[in-house]
């Protein structure tokens, strides 16, 4: 596992997607996660949708069916799978700024709250599924997050995550200047691998149903991260103003590490699939 070396917590996880709202939103859009491109010829938009409906056909959804968004961000991908999958969803993220996005842009049966997905709340068994897309990332106790994911989903719940994930026995100078640097300044707590991932889900209870490597496909997110801060540095005067001078600024020096991460090999990203077993004890087909 890949520790930063200054500690990060869950009020400066809020903090920093709080204080960079207007960086997130020109740079990554209402989604804030990667696009996957399946084709190569999709828009940064369609890649976007595409990594959600990815999710979706894995999660086997089904209308009606109650769903636990876990880092919903400003509630895109709820609003999205509640559209085109007819379920209902509800979504925790710890950004205030984020909540109130996802407040002042209501749908039917999605419902945002501005929560720590590791205090959730959540009855037991509530849930028939359950994703994370890139926010495992910055949950502080990484096996407290797969075991309330298990607790809340119902026997044969499905649950996938899309993870940034550290190279297995990546070396010392791709942890010194790529991913410990970026878990710093992205307020990572930390950064597991695929066989840290499997055994956290895998003592929690999941059954691993299913893991892909997509880091070719979804790579070139950060290029088109790059240019649009670029732009966005050139043209408006609020993104020179937190890029020069906000708390969290440093964020900003981790899209550069990100690209060379990818191209590297330190930096990995994953989709998982787990399940968990019905009451029969089998895992769902």
Not at 36 to 63: F, I, S
Not at 105 to 125: K, M, S, T
Not at 235 to 245: C, M, Y
Not at 246 to 270: C, D, E, H, K, Q
């Amino acid at each position: 596992m890949i520790v930063p070396n200054i500690s990060q917590t869950a009020v400066a996880v809020a903090d920093h997607y709080d204080e960079l709202d207007p960086i997130y939103r020109r740079v990554w859009g209402e989604h804030v996660h990667h696009g996957l491109w399946v084709t190569g010829h999709e828009t940064p938009a369609e890649a976007v949708e595409a990594l959600v409906d990815t999710v979706a056909d894995r999660l086997r959804l089904v209308p009606g069916e109650a769903c636990v968004d876990i880092g919903c961000g400003y509630g895109s991908t709820a609003r999205q799978l509640a559209s085109s999958r007819s379920v209902r969803v509800t979504g925790f993220t710890l950004s205030a700024e984020q909540a109130h996005y996802g407040a002042a842009h209501p749908v039917p049966d999605v419902d945002i709250q501005l929560r720590d997905w590791l205090a959730n709340g959540l009855n037991d068994a509530s849930a028939n599924a359950a994703w994370a897309i890139e926010s495992s990332e910055h949950m502080v106790d990484k096996p407290r997050f797969f075991a309330e994911a298990h607790r809340v989903l119902s026997p044969g719940g499905r649950f996938v995550i899309c993870a940034w994930l550290a190279e297995t026995d990546a070396s010392g100078w791709k942890v010194r200047h790529l991913l410990e640097p970026i878990c710093r300044e992205g307020r990572l707590p930390s950064m597991g691998t695929r066989e840290e991932y499997e055994a956290m889900a895998t003592a929690a209870g999941f059954t691993i149903a299913g893991y892909e490597d997509v880091s070719r496909r979804v790579a070139r997110t950060w290029t088109i991260c790059a240019l649009r801060l670029l732009k966005a540095l050139l043209v408006d005067s609020e993104t020179r103003h937190l890029a020069l001078r906000a708390r969290n600024r440093i964020f900003v020096l981790s899209i550069p590490r990100l690209i060379l991460a990818y191209r590297t090999g330190a930096m990995r990203y994953g989709i998982f699939t787990l399940s968990k077993a019905s009451e029969s004890g089998m895992p769902p087909r």
